[in-house]
């Protein structure tokens, strides 16, 4: 027989949702997990998660628009660089959305009363709701006996007694519960999100500082999870690879507003230099690269192209000067 009601998940690759989807499932609700990707969010092996609960996936992009919000939260920030009450009615809407397109009756997350101090109050929680115009059609399976009944309880198509009340920032209870549905992938408990992530946030206010609004990327902020970052001036940017797989990663950065110098006959470090064809930035470039291959820094030649030309300069060492202080917020590793 076929599932009589449909749910989407807001599937993290994390515990909770994962739990939330099962204990949907158990009630015979046909669960559909949907990922919302951005590049402020942890690795997850959220395919992982979908395959061990036997669920249909869908993965789409938060987008730029979610690049405005983070900039211009109407709620604030938490105590990083997360604005997590737009976030949450953010991805809401767009769940919003799913509903009719995948033919769903409700949204569901796994989010727990009390676990985060900024959007996990319970008054929180219900102000979100009424926000993204979802009041009692978002479920919360994982504490819904301390919520307000929704639709899906009230309708019957849930069975709220099956559902459970845990409450807080203890991991205890869905540790036991993970252990005894036999719930094996899922993300570690905290990890998830870079916008709680007191250096990734550091990189992200230099960006929002430097940067007008109207040329922000989302790749700008998908750069920051790469390499060792130096400001050196407003829109002005290098970005130097800390090992070979970073140089790699690096080299799909580049594009109009962003050149590549590599060693080309040493090993060191690639410099992503963001924004224009300037000799002062190309010398930076130069002086930083040679920082972090001191080996080579007499003799080694480097190489970039520019206007479709390959060219190649050799380092000089100690004649050149990098940007003098490359600690601090925009540059913490
Ligand atoms: S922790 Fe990150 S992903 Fe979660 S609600 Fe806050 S900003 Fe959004």
Known sequence: MMPAFRAVGLLSGGLDSALAARLLLDQGIEVIGLHLEAPTACRSDVREVARDLGIRLEVRAKGEEYLRLLRNPRWGYGKNMNPCIDCRRFMFLLGRSYLDELDAHFLFTGEVVGQRPMSQVRST??????????????????????????????????????????????????????????????????GGCLLTDARFSARLRDLFEHTPEESTRMSDVALLRLGRHFRVGPGRKIVLGRN??????????????????????????????????????????????????????????VRWREAGELRTAVLEGEALHAPSDPAGSNSPD
């Open 125 to 190: 929680i219900l102000m979100i709701d009424r926000a993204s115009g979802l009041e009692g059609w978002i479920l919360r399976p994982l504490s819904a006996r301390l919520l307000p009944e929704t639709e899906p309880e009230r309708r019957g198509w849930v069975d709220r007694s099956r559902l459970l009340a845990i409450h807080g920032r203890g991991r205890q209870e869905q540790l036991a519960l993970a252990a005894s549905l036999s719930l094996r992938h899922y993300q570690s408990p905290g």
């Open 244 to 301: 070979r797989e970073e140089n790699v990663r690096l080299a799909d950065f580049e594009d109009a507003e962003r050149w590549l110098v590599e060693p080309d006959d040493f090993r060191g470090p690639s410099a992503l230099v963001c924004g224009p064809r300037e000799e002062h930035l190309l010398a930076q470039a130069l002086a930083l690269i040679a920082r972090y291959a001191p080996d080579a820094a007499r003799g080694g030649r």
